[in-house]
């Protein structure tokens, strides 16, 4: 590049396996950020089914979850209201269609977060192959010339 000094090439290969780090640490919290995102996601969609179907259900025998892996047997009976988990904490009380559409919406939310993490995993990916080929190239160079420590490169 105009106006700059050729580096060392050991120089720029620290700096490309410095980057390179930071990229494999971004790329793992992406992907521990698209795995949480999935699960809740999931989770919506599981009480989204269970809304829509309740009504059927009204009678029906069914274990709920303890603390602890204990479950207790319960019988279902119709309702109109359920109560909301809304975040920190708290839940509100909502008729059935409020609730879906409460539910509804923080699954779409969810389902475009999830994309755009992975976009930006897609792209850390795509950088991280660019700094791969880089690496693979300048030492492949020094290799060639025999430059180990003495080589110098404009990049």
Do not use: C, H, W
């Amino acid at each position: 590049m105009a106006g700059e000094q050729p580096r060392n090439a050991n120089e720029i290969i620290m700096q490309l396996r410095y980057l390179q780090g930071l990229y494999n640490q971004q790329y793992e919290n992406l992907e521990n950020n698209i795995a949480t995102y999935t699960l809740a996601n999931t989770s919506l969609q599981r009480n989204i089914e269970l809304l829509q179907k309740s009504d059927s259900m009204a009678g029906s025998e069914i274990m709920i979850s303890g603390e602890g892996g204990a479950y207790l047997p319960a019988k279902l009976s119709k309702s109109e209201s359920v109560l909301t988990y809304v975040g920190g904490g708290y839940m509100i009380e909502n008729n059935k269609d409020k609730a879906l559409g409460f539910l509804s919406e923080n699954l779409r939310r969810g389902e475009e977060m999830l994309n755009r993490l992975i976009s930006e995993k897609q792209k850390v990916e795509k950088d991280l192959i660019d700094i791969q080929y880089k690496l693979n190239a300048l030492q492949y160079q020094q290799q060639a010339t025999g430059q180990e420590n003495t080589g110098s490169l404009d990049v």
